[in-house]
């Protein structure tokens, strides 16, 4: 392992933080990344970004913005990843990694930061169960691992209690999201609904996710086809895209929704989109603590979801948004017929929900949560190093032989 000085704190300068993902698709955990990274106060932290394999739609926007890298991994057993990660964590002088999500960039992210004697190594855990439990090589790799972070309270107890990480390396930051740029606005709502051709007394209820099977669309749909039944002016607007499409749109077909569903695709227009609902709905099976249910309600739309993750945090039942129980057909339908029936029911918790949201998602937080976390962990290394008579330590056999960085 690769040690280096630790300069003191007021000595470093900026901090250069890289943040490291699979990829940067549009999506939940992926915004949430593109906006914490340009709201970090630029006198103390100098971000960048690495994904392992492609770009993405937002990280070409990214590599705009911050030195962003890529194709670190070909392929799931590319060893070659670890001397490509440790070099371009040395050539950049990173002082610390975040890695964001499950599977091989947290594996690979920590151990190449570990051997590259990154002062500081944090993992952000975005989801529990599919696709973000914790393999058994993940947590091999706990002692090396600084922070676990957690996006609530009920997701940090999770870590500990069933991912079995230690308490005292486990942080929560809660999700946040920009509420000046999620608000109404009505001449929006106006030209959205003319795209969709529905007409304004037309109740609109649409879900933003990735097209991937835990969030189950399916269940979406058929709840959406009861609803018709009982409302026969409802609209509902699918945003997102995925490997689950083909069978979600057979699926809208077979229940005889042509004319009642809009699907949008991958849109990064998200919150003029919103504008255009009339509640917002989710049907996940598993979630920590989804972007989209706190962006919906800074719109002022009420919620169906699910009682799972931290989302009965956000969402207060019968306040803000109703709850069901996850993957119940005869719940998810009745609460979207309740609200596709109420207007004055989505009106009141539509308020209720921006004021929620205003109290309990604030983007800054969350950015001066992660600040926080990486300079109080910086800091403690470098007391300690400068405390401690440093032995001289042999830097081990390097695995492979170091290639070109690829940057962008």
Known sequence: MGRRTIKPLENRGPLRVMFLVTSMPVGGAETLLVNLIRRMDRSRFAPELCCMKDLGPLGVVMEQEVPTFHKMLSSKYDLRVVSRLSELFRVREIDAVVTVGAGDKMFWGRLCAWLAGVPVIASA?????????INWLNRRLTSITDRFIGVAAPHGKHLVEVEGFPTEKVTVIPNGIDTDRFVVDPEVRRRVRDEWRVRDDTAVS?????????????????????????????????????????????????????????????????????????????????????????????????????????IPDAVDDGVNGLLVEASSLDETADAMIALSQGANLRAEMGAAAREKVLRYGSLDAMVGGYQDLITTVYRQKALKAASTVLQPVSSGVLLGKPSDVKAS
């Open 125 to 133: 855990i975005h989801s529990t169960g599919w696709p973000d439990s």
């Open 206 to 310: 649409g879900i933003v996710a990735a097209l991937r099977p835990e969030k189950d669309h399916a269940l979406f749909l058929n709840a959406a086809a009861r609803v018709v039944k009982r409302c026969p002016r409802s609209h509902f607007v699918i945003v997102g895209d995925g490997p689950e499409r083909p069978a979600i749109e057979a699926l809208r077909d077979e229940l005889g929704l042509q004319d009642h569903v809009t699907m949008m695709g991958s849109r990064s227009d998200v919150p003029d989109l919103l504008c255009g609902m009339d509640t917002f709905v989710l049907t996940s099976k598993n979630e920590a603590s989804p972007v989209s249910i706190l962006e919906a309600m800074s719109c002022q739309l009420p919620i169906v979801a699910p009682r799972v993750g931290s």
